[in-house]
C-alpha cells in the first residue's frame, strides 16, 4: 500500500515539474513564435499579390513592403488584406485567405484578385497534409502558376469557379491541370475552392473595401 | 558494465551498436526526412538532445523511480524534452519547423530513445549515460546524413542547398519520395556489412 502511494505521489510530483518546464519553455517562446507565423503569412499575402522583388530580401525588407502596401481589414468571416499602389491612392489587389479539407487534413491557402475582382493575381497553398509528391504538389509553382491572370466569372448555377482537367487536358478559361496521382486531392480542392470563392468574390465585388485609400 | 570509457560507448553507439543499421531502429524517420541535408541535420541534432537529455534524467532517477511505473517515467520525460525542442525549432527556425512537421513531436516515439533509457540508463551513472545518449544519436544523425547526402545530390543536385551538379543534371524525382529512403537505406546497411571484419561477422549471425 504504501509503495502504491508513493508510485502515485511520484508520477504526480514528476508530472508537474516536467510540464511546468515545458510550460516556462512555451511561456518564454510564445512571442516569438507568434511573430514567426505573422511574418510567414505576410510574405505569402504579397508573394499571392505579386509584390515581392524577384531577389530574396530580408525579413525586415519584407515587413517593410508589408506595411506600405497592405492594409488589412476584417471582412466578413475572415480577414482580407488590400494591397495599396505605392502612392497609396488607390486599390492595386485583395488577398484573402481561402481553406478546406483536403485528402488527408486541411488544406489553408490564400488567393489574391485584382482591384475590380475580375481576374485572379495568384494563388498559393502553404499549409497541407497532402502526400508529398503526390497531392503535396499543389504548392508547386506549376499548379499556382495555372491560375495567375484567370478571369473571374461568378459561374451560373450548379457550375464551379474553376474546374480541375486531367493534367494536359485544361483548354477552357476555367479550367486547369489537375495533379496526376492525387486524384482526391484535386477533387477535394476543387470543390473547396469553388465554395470558398462563391462566398467571398460577390461579397467583395459588391463593397470593394478601400481599406481607407 | 559500470565503468564504460568514453571511447567504448561512442565505438558501440556510432558503430558496433548503430541503432540504424545494426538495430533498425528509429527507421520510420530515416525514410521521413532524409530528402534534404539541412532538414536531416536539424532532426539529428534535436534526437542527440533529446536522447542524451533523456538518459541522463533517467539515469539521475534511477535509484528513486519505482521499477512498476518507470515506463510511464520515461515516456513522461522523454515527451517533456521532445516538446522543448518541438517549441524552440518554432521560435528559432521557423523554416525548418514548418518542414520538418510532425516528425519533431514524432520523436517522441522513436524506439532509440526509449531502448537507451531502458537498455542503458537505467543501470548506468549519469556521465555514461549522458554519452551514451550522445553516442547513439550521433550513430543515428550520421546514417541519416550519408542518406540524405545521396537523396539530395540525386534528388535535387544540391548539397546543403548548394547546388554542385552540372547544369545537365536531370534531377531523380524518386529520390526524393519516401522509396528512395528504402532503396538507400537497404543498400547502406548492405554496403556497411561488407566493412565488416569476418570475425564480427560470425558473433552477430
Known sequence: ?213 | MAADSAKSIFRKGVWGENPVFRQILGICSALAVTNLMANTFIMGVSLIFVTAMSNATVSALRRVTPARIRMMVQVLIIASYVMIVDIVLKAILPEISEALGPYVGLIITNCIIMGRCEGYARNNPVWPSFLDGIASGTGYALVLLIIAFFRELLGFGTVFGHPVMPSWWVPWTIMVMAPAGFFMLGLFIWVAYQFEKPEEKKVSR
Open chain 1, 1 to 213: 500500500m504504501k509503495e502504491r502511494l508513493f508510485s502515485v505521489l511520484y508520477m504526480f510530483v514528476l508530472a508537474l515539474v516536467f510540464t511546468s518546464v515545458v510550460g516556462a519553455v512555451n511561456w518564454v517562446s510564445r512571442e516569438r513564435i507568434r511573430l514567426n507565423q505573422e511574418i510567414a503569412l505576410q510574405r505569402i499575402v504579397l508573394s499571392v499579390l505579386d509584390l515581392l522583388p524577384p531577389e530574396a530580401i530580408s525579413k525586415k525588407e519584407m515587413q517593410a513592403i508589408f506595411r506600405r502596401r497592405i492594409r488589412s481589414l476584417p471582412f466578413g468571416d475572415r480577414t482580407v488584406y488590400v494591397a495599396v499602389a505605392p502612392e497609396g491612392d488607390r486599390v492595386e489587389g485583395y488577398a484573402f485567405p481561402v481553406s478546406g479539407p483536403g485528402f488527408w487534413g486541411p488544406i489553408y491557402g490564400m488567393v489574391a484578385v485584382d482591384a475590380q475582382v475580375q481576374k485572379i493575381l495568384g494563388i498559393a497553398f502553404y499549409r497541407h497534409s497532402e502526400t508529398p509528391g503526390l497531392g503535396g504538389r499543389i504548392t508547386e509553382a506549376w499548379f499556382r502558376e495555372q491560375f495567375r491572370g484567370k478571369p473571374l466569372h461568378v459561374p451560373s448555377p450548379g457550375r464551379r469557379f474553376f474546374y480541375l482537367k486531367p493534367a494536359g487536358t485544361a483548354t477552357g478559361p476555367d479550367e486547369v491541370d489537375a495533379i496526376t496521382g492525387a486524384t482526391e486531392t484535386s477533387r477535394r480542392l476543387e470543390a473547396f475552392l469553388d465554395q470558398e470563392l462563391k462566398r467571398i468574390i460577390p461579397l467583395l465585388r459588391q463593397q470593394r473595401p478601400t481599406g481607407n485609400v
